[in-house]
C-alpha cells in the first residue's frame, strides 16, 4: 500500500485536470494505494496572476519537511520555453535539508507536463526535473513506449517515452479549463501502468485528447 503525493503546478488548470484524473487512476487501481495532490508555492503576486488571466485553486501546499511522508511523487510540471517553471525550481531548490538527511533516498517519482504546442519541450523538461531525482537518489520511473498507442501516428495525442502531457493548444483567451473526463489502465504490469485522459479544450470543438501516466510506485 503506496502513499503517492502528487505535486504540482498550475495556472491555467491543464495540469490539474491531469493530476485529478491521475488521482482517480491511482485510487482506483486495486493496489489499495492512495494519492493526494499538493501545489508548490506561487512565487507571482495576485496582481500578476489577474493580469495573466490565471487562477488560485484550493488545493494544500506543500512543504519540503513533507516529502519524506510519502513512498513516491508525481510532479505536475507545465513547460516554460522547454523548462520548467520558477515556481516548482525554488520548490526544488528549497530540499537542501532533505538532501542532507538523504531522507529522500530510494523513493520513486513520475512526471507529467502541459505544452501549448506540439513541441513544447516536454522532453527537456523532464530532463531539468531528473538532476534533483538524481541529486536526491529518486528511482525515476519513465513510461516508456508501454501503451500501444504511444506508437500511433494518425492523429495527435499527448504522452510520451518519458511521462503523461498534454498539447492545450496555445491561444489568447487563457480561461481556466473545464473537464469531462474519463480514465482506465492499460500497461504490462502492476509497477507500469498508463492512464488515459479525454478533454474537452475548445469552446467551439470537442477534441479528444489522450494522455500517458506511469509510476512505479503503485
Not at 65 to 71: F, G, P, Q, V, Y
Given at each position: 500500500m503506496a502513499v503517492?503525493?502528487?505535486?504540482?503546478?498550475?495556472?491555467y488548470g491543464h495540469i490539474k485536470a491531469l493530476a485529478e484524473e491521475i488521482q482517480k487512476g491511482i485510487e482506483a487501481s486495486g493496489t489499495g494505494s492512495t494519492a493526494k495532490i499538493f501545489q508548490v508555492p506561487e512565487t507571482l503576486s495576485p496582481e500578476i496572476i489577474a493580469k495573466m488571466h490565471g487562477?488560485?485553486?484550493?488545493?494544500?501546499?506543500?512543504?519540503?519537511?513533507?516529502?519524506?511522508?510519502?513512498?513516491?511523487?508525481l510532479f505536475g510540471i507545465p513547460t516554460r520555453f522547454g523548462?520548467?517553471?520558477?515556481?516548482?525550481?525554488?520548490?526544488?531548490?528549497?530540499t537542501g535539508q532533505e538532501w542532507v538527511a538523504g531522507s529522500l533516498r530510494d523513493k520513486f517519482a513520475g512526471t507529467f507536463?502541459?505544452?501549448?504546442?506540439?513541441?513544447?519541450?516536454?522532453e527537456t523538461t523532464a530532463y531539468t526535473a531528473i538532476t534533483w531525482f538524481v541529486h536526491h537518489a529518486i528511482n525515476y520511473v519513465p513510461l516508456g513506449y508501454t501503451a500501444d498507442e504511444l506508437r500511433d501516428n494518425t492523429e495527435i495525442v499527448g504522452g510520451g517515452p518519458w511521462a503523461t502531457s498534454m498539447?492545450?493548444?496555445?491561444?489568447?483567451?487563457?480561461?481556466v479549463i473545464?473537464?469531462?473526463s474519463t480514465s482506465n489502465f492499460v500497461g504490462p504490469s502492476t509497477t507500469s501502468r498508463g492512464l488515459i485522459t479525454e478533454e474537452n479544450k475548445s469552446e467551439k470543438k470537442k477534441r479528444s485528447m489522450k494522455?500517458?501516466?506511469?509510476?512505479?510506485?503503485?
Amino acid at each position: 500500500m503506496a502513499v503517492i503525493y502528487i505535486i504540482i503546478y498550475s495556472l491555467y488548470g491543464h495540469i490539474k485536470a491531469l493530476a485529478e484524473e491521475i488521482q482517480k487512476g491511482i485510487e482506483a487501481s486495486g493496489t489499495g494505494s492512495t494519492a493526494k495532490i499538493f501545489q508548490v508555492p506561487e512565487t507571482l503576486s495576485p496582481e500578476i496572476i489577474a493580469k495573466m488571466h490565471g487562477a488560485s485553486f484550493d488545493l494544500p501546499i506543500i512543504s519540503p519537511s513533507e516529502l519524506k511522508n510519502a513512498d513516491g511523487f508525481l510532479f505536475g510540471i507545465p513547460t516554460r520555453f522547454g523548462n520548467m517553471p520558477a515556481e516548482m525550481k525554488a520548490f526544488f531548490d528549497s530540499t537542501g535539508q532533505e538532501w542532507v538527511a538523504g531522507s529522500l533516498r530510494d523513493k520513486f517519482a513520475g512526471t507529467f507536463f502541459a505544452t501549448g504546442t506540439q513541441h513544447g519541450g516536454q522532453e527537456t523538461t523532464a530532463y531539468t526535473a531528473i538532476t534533483w531525482f538524481v541529486h536526491h537518489a529518486i528511482n525515476y520511473v519513465p513510461l516508456g513506449y508501454t501503451a500501444d498507442e504511444l506508437r500511433d501516428n494518425t492523429e495527435i495525442v499527448g504522452g510520451g517515452p518519458w511521462a503523461t502531457s498534454m498539447n492545450n493548444n496555445t491561444n489568447n483567451n487563457n480561461n481556466v479549463i473545464t473537464t469531462n473526463s474519463t480514465s482506465n489502465f492499460v500497461g504490462p504490469s502492476t509497477t507500469s501502468r498508463g492512464l488515459i485522459t479525454e478533454e474537452n479544450k475548445s469552446e467551439k470543438k470537442k477534441r479528444s485528447m489522450k494522455a500517458w501516466f506511469c509510476c512505479g510506485c503503485i
